[in-house]
Antibody, heavy 119, light 110 residues
Framework: QVQLVESGGGVVQPGRSLRLSCVASGFTFSNYAMYWVRQAPGKGLEWVAVISYDGSNKYYADSVKGRFTIARDNSKNTLYLQVNSLRAEDTAVYYC????????????WGQGTLVTVSS | QSALTQPASVSGSPGQSITISCTGTSSDVGGYDYVSWYQQHPGKAPKLMIYDVSKRPSGVSNRFSGSKSGNTASLTVSGLQAEDEADYYCCSYAGSSTFVFGGGTKLTVL
């Protein structure tokens, strides 16, 4: 079965950086576009970034453009999100998610990793 | 990249039906038949309930149904059960592999 396991979250000071990781299993990782979606405490879901199956195309939400970088290593079945210049408003659970095979929707989500930006 | 508009809350009694609306624009909901709905229980990851406007993934109860008219999509839950109480989010494809989510609707089963 599909499994997505995120890691790398934690408490970080404003302006600092983190790298989030997501290890995928149960499907052919290299065949699918992958996403990062975040959810601030008590708030709704916000799409953050997407990377194509081969890493050649990447798109970002305006709120993170220029500060966050999405990447993948298909040899390691791993998705990454480098988050720089963190702000208090970046505090959220960050979910790794997989695009469906036959539709432009997200079909599976990880359990998320919490990033808290605080001094 | 403006969020889709959902009501903050809806409620219904067991056995009743409720409908949650999701309003976007011609650049997202109205422009693509890639509207999906997610159920999220507290502290849990979202779960796909409806995709491609009205399709149900394997294992999702047929009490859940979806539709779309113009720039507004809807999720209907019939025969409400206690376990349906959760937050529900709509999501639409918005071109260039990007997505936009709704603000979420809290469903309360009275």
């Amino acid at each position: 079965q599909v499994q997505l396991v995120e890691s790398g979250g934690g408490v970080v000071q404003p302006g600092r950086s983190l790298r989030l990781s997501c290890v995928a299993s149960g499907f052919t990782f290299s065949n699918y576009a992958m996403y990062w979606v975040r959810q601030a405490p008590g708030k709704g879901l916000e799409w953050v970034a997407v990377i194509s199956y081969d890493g050649s195309n990447k798109y970002y939400a305006d709120s993170v453009k220029g500060r966050f970088t999405i990447a993948r290593d298909n040899s390691k079945n791993t998705l990454y999100l480098q988050v720089n210049s963190l702000r208090a408003e970046d505090t959220a659970v960050y979910y790794c998610a997989k695009r469906a095979e036959t539709s432009a929707v997200i079909d599976y989500w990880g359990q998320g990793t919490l990033v808290t930006v605080s001094s | 990249q403006s969020a889709l508009t959902q009501p903050a809350s809806v409620s219904g009694s067991p056995g009743q039906s409720i409908t949650i609306s999701c309003t976007g624009t011609s650049s997202d909901v109205g422009g693509y038949d890639y509207v999906s709905w997610y159920q999220q229980h507290p502290g849990k990851a979202p779960k796909l309930m409806i995709y491609d406007v009205s399709k149900r993934p394997s294992g999702v109860s047929n009490r859940f149904s979806g539709s779309k008219s113009g720039n507004t999509a809807s999720l209907t839950v019939s025969g409400l059960q206690a376990e349906d109480e959760a937050d529900y989010y709509c999501c639409s494809y918005a071109g260039s592999s990007t997505f936009v989510f709704g603000g979420g609707t809290k469903l309360t089963v009275l």
